[in-house]
């Protein structure tokens, strides 16, 4: 039975309370268990479907298919032209069906829908990008100086067969972001999404297959981290795993792929110095330092959730970044002009209310925020007052720990050479932010600053065309930029004795 015959309509709901299924080899199918879990809608408790739960077995039978599809070269072997045509439909049904995308984001893991509505350009533009690498592929021809007459080259051929995890923070983002490079570069995948957000993976499944790209190429198979996705992650035949979420989880991981040395990416957690200095444009600065470490309800890995303020400026600057938090609209991401959501689970709000207590305890002051909130609807749902920590010095655990809620911990400076030194002292590498009109000042700590990204009177932009990573414990290689293709790609090199 091919995906079409399975489901009644093609608008099938995901979002219906009923079954959703994984994606083996072209078809829907349960899971061999039986199993199932329950996505849940964070906003309102509500349950939105059943999702068959993924084991061993079915990664087993999963990246079995994903081999075959490797091996024959149905993906590998077409010609670029082909792949690009089928992945740039594959980029027009995520522009036609965003609205419905982003909505189901929006009830699965409930980040507010003006802002899962906002990622219709970065989701398209992403998935057009990597079509656009399809024809792009290349190796080089290299002079040697070996005596004699020697040709040598190098090819750039598909790693093979992709396992990609990823977390639920952003999760049609997440989605495109890995399997349209691996498509990109001609390897086959099979993606284990979150348990916490799965439906929007297992839909875009479906558009691929809906553009064309052949049964077996990408395989969806939602379960449980510590079994679906650890199975992934020890997998023999699986060559490379691309892998975004917690940095223990990252550790894991890497220590599973050991048994066939996998090629491993590594996109992991943060704590992002955001750092303003006296001379910055406050008017930008205010709403810029708040967004950075509050958007999304903190749930991103490179929130500037260290907010370094220097000392002149810090009484004011911090009263004015607390009026913004206060003024933010919290609620069900579904309703109008709301600009923060929920927090993902119940685990999720647990630990972000935990470090509340964790930081009182610790001496730091709740300037604002600092609870659940629970009026009317609220109660229903995982959500949490935007909050910022003040007195915070850096040894502190809620300066040094990735919280992953709407928490910002700021942090006064006076030495802005000594400053250098601080923002670099925490074992995490991803993001940066430094608000200043000195331009000299500027380029100074975008090089002194080890992190990934540093973004200079701005924060959080992200463009398919500029590389994101991390440095340190943030994880290694990049994702987006050429740089990407790379992490799917092994060089070859060849020697021809021409004489
Ligand atoms: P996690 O890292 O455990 O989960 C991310 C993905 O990895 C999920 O698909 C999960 O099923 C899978 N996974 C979990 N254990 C695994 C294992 N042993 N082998 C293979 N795959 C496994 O993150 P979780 O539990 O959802 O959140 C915990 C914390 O992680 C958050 O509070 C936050 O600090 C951090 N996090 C960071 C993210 C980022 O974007 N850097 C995204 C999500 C979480
Ligand atoms: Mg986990």
Partial sequence: MTVDEQTSTPQH????????RLLIDGRLVDATSGRTFESLNPATGELLAHVSEGDATDIDLAVAAARRAFDDGRWSQMKPFDRQTIL?????????????????????????????????RRAVGMMRFYAGLTTALRGDTIENSIPGDYLTYTLKEPVGVVGAIIP????HIAFIWKVGAALAAGCTVVLKPAEEASLTALLLGELLLEAGVPDGVVNVVPGVGEIAGAALASHLDVDKIAFTGSTSTGQA????????????TLELGGKSPNIVFADADLDQAVPGAALAAF???????????????????YEDFMHRVAEFAQGLNVGNGLSDGVQLGPVVSKT??????KYFDIGRDEGATVLVGGERLVAGELSKGYFVA???FTDVRDDMRVASEEIFGPVVSAIVFDDAEDLVRRANATSFGLGSGVWTQNVAKAHRFAKAIRAGSV?????????????????KMSGYGREGGLEQLDEFLETKAVWIKTS
């Fill in 386 to 388: 935007p909050t910022i």
């Fill in 295 to 313: 958007g999304n309800s903190g749930q991103v890995c490179s929130a500037g959730t260290r907010l370094f303020v220097e000392r002149s400026i």
């Fill in 88 to 120: 740039s439909r594959f980029a027009d049904l995520v522009d036609e069906r965003h609205d419905e995308i982003a909505r189901l984001d929006t009830l699965d893991m409930g980040m507010p829908l003006t802002r899962t509505m906002g990622n219709r």
């Fill in 13 to 20: 709901s995901f979002s219906d309370g009923g079954l959703k």
């Fill in 455 to 471: 973004w200079v009177n701005c924060y959080n932009l992200m463009d398919p065309a500029v590389p994101f990573g991390g440095y």
């Fill in 253 to 264: 991981i890497l220590r599973a792929s050991a048994g066939n040395l996998k090629r491993v």
């Fill in 348 to 353: 999720q709000l647990d630990r972000v209310v």
């Fill in 168 to 171: 639920w923070n952003n999760p």
